[in-house]
């Protein structure tokens, strides 16, 4: 066999291995469960909008990617299509209310729109970010 041959034979062979190691660690990986997560932190609502807002302690590296866990009361609940976004409002902004915005999951949605503003709410989720206006948190449960 020619030597360029076996070359090419073993480049395609090296390249499939990596193309299957990739697939099998990078795509592969099992989703998390945001309603069984442990959270990151335990927090008020109020506490947390504060920390973005006033750009405290780099609250993009302390709370960005990590599961929070919210208490405070809620001021508005937002019905969408297949889940409900509670909203917790501290600032009034030129667009209107600025807070923090938490998705419900799918599963939470009636509790949410039925829940009383004025008893305390804890909530548990993935905070996302924080872009200007609000904090948002996705993959929300609602704990009590």
Known sequence: MKNWLKVFLFA?????AAIAYMWFFMYNKPHTDYDKATPD???????????FYNG???PDKAFTGKVLQLHGFLTSVDDLDSTAVIVFTYNEGMFGDEGIRCTLLPTYKDEGLNFDKSKSITIKGFCSGYNDTDVILEHCSIIN
């Not at 932190?41 to 920390?51: D, G, P, T």
């Open 12 to 16: 395609g062979i090296v390249g499939l």
């Open 56 to 58: 405290q302690e780099s």
């Open 41 to 51: 932190f335990i927090i008020s609502a109020n506490e947390c909008y504060n920390h």
